[in-house]
């Protein structure tokens, strides 16, 4: 039996870079992942770094509002953590952060806005709230339709797919140990620490970290705890590669389901939270490891969407859809940080996971090492203790 210092369950974004901190820090680690690494959420996004709070959030009324305005803080840490990653990765990842709006078509959408912003602003998040002429002074490409938009200076997008594998090479060269499709069928705690067995798998660590997306419930399983993650199917679309409109920013919609950005190559994405249909496995529940049926109702309203507020993307063909599988917690804030019941044993998931990946990953590496993180304070599996409270060890 292998012996480690720290057992990464889940290759994706979190999971390859908190393994790059941690070997960095000269932690004995090895990472596994159950399929190829970055094929999951982590490569499957349209890569959107949003920092303002999320349409998601307030369509739900002013209590999660409110509770949203938390994320603000690892919001303004993860502006920090972006603008650096590509150099700290000796990779290009494609970052661009020229600016983010969110735009609004009516008044009940305008005062949304204005309340949204004042509690942004109030947080330190940089913030402008502009009318709609002077966002197309701005964005010329946006709808006359546009009547007001909060702009977030800092707001942008990455390349998802050039991400993940810029942190599995960083993890590589720190001296950790990375292993695809080896999938778990045990994972026990012992005394002093955790055995996992798997595919070609015996290992004992120390500690775990779990942050395999929308698989972690079930890992988590493996150890006797319930992890409040639940499968997400959405869909997502790109055009053929154009020069007009060029859209350097990231665009969300605060009264409907919408982002767009365009990439370096010149495609348009464009999705925003447009479910698909998950697919069930032979027991019954959810099955996150096939591909979820596109909602031919969803495709439609998210490219009028699209339509409604940059109108030249009518001219263009669509070149690719595609669904993917995410997770979100009950709460729909993250969940990161150490099990209450289970010392030794940490998970990092839920909302926000491309835009905020980077610092949980920094920031999980430094609580494992035994250094406070006040700021993953809120974001604590503990907020969900009740779950396991009759699971026992």
């Not at 797919?161 to 778990?184: D, M």
């Not at 409907?256 to 365009?262: A, N, P, T």
């Not at 949980?360 to 203790?385: I, K, Q």
Request: aromatic share 6%.
């Amino acid at each position: 039996m292998e012996k480690h210092d720290v057992l990464v369950v889940g290759g994706g974004l979190v999971g390859c870079a908190a393994a790059w901190h941690l070997a960095e820090a000269g932690a004995s680690v090895l990472v596994v992942d159950g399929g190829d690494f970055g094929m999951g959420a982590s490569g499957q996004n349209a890569g959107s770094l949003h920092f303002q709070i999320e349409r998601r959030f307030l369509e739900q009324g002013d209590a999660l509002a409110r509770q949203a305005e938390q994320t603000i803080a690892l919001s303004r840490i993860a502006i920090e953590d972006w603008r650096g990653l590509g150099a700290a990765l000796d990779a290009d990842l494609h970052v661009v952060m020229e600016g983010g709006f969110m735009v609004a078509e009516t008044p009940d959408q305008v005062a949304l806005l204005e309340h949204k912003v004042a509690r942004e602003v109030a947080e330190g998040l940089r913030m402008r709230l502009l009318d709609g002429d002077e966002a197309r002074r701005i964005a010329p490409y946006l709808s006359p339709h546009i009547v007001a938009a909060a702009f977030a200076p800092d707001e942008g997008h990455a390349d998802s797919r050039a991400v993940t594998p810029a942190f599995a090479a960083a993890a590589r060269r720190a001296g950790a140990s990375l292993r695809s499709r080896t999938r778990l069928g045990a994972l026990a705690r012992v005394r002093g620490g955790f055995e996992a067995r798997g595919d070609g798998l015996s290992v004992r660590a120390d500690q775990v970290l779990v942050a395999a997306g929308a698989w972690t419930p079930q890992v988590c399983a493996l150890a006797n705890l319930h992890a409040p993650l639940y499968p997400v199917a959405l869909l997502m679309n790109a055009t053929e590669r154009t020069q007009r409109p060029r859209i350097p920013h990231l665009i969300q919609h605060v009264g409907r389901r919408l982002s767009m950005k365009q990439t370096h190559a010149g495609n348009i994405l464009i999705g925003g939270g447009w479910p698909a249909r998950l697919a069930l496995a032979a027991d019954g529940g959810f099955d996150p490891g096939t591909r979820p049926a596109m909602i031919e109702e969803s495709l439609a309203g998210n490219l009028r969407a699209a339509v409604d507020v940059v109108p030249d993307v009518a001219s263009l063909n669509l070149l690719r859809s595609w669904t993917g599988v995410t997770a979100v917690s009950g709460d729909q804030l993250p969940v990161v940080g150490e099990v209450p019941r289970m010392r030794g044993f940490w998970i990092a998931g839920g909302g926000s996971a491309f835009t905020l990946g980077p610092s949980f990953a920094r920031l999980v590496a430094r609580a494992m090492r035994g250094t406070a993180t006040p700021e993953l304070d809120f974001v604590s599996p503990a907020r969900f203790d009740h779950l396991n409270s009759f699971m026992g060890q």
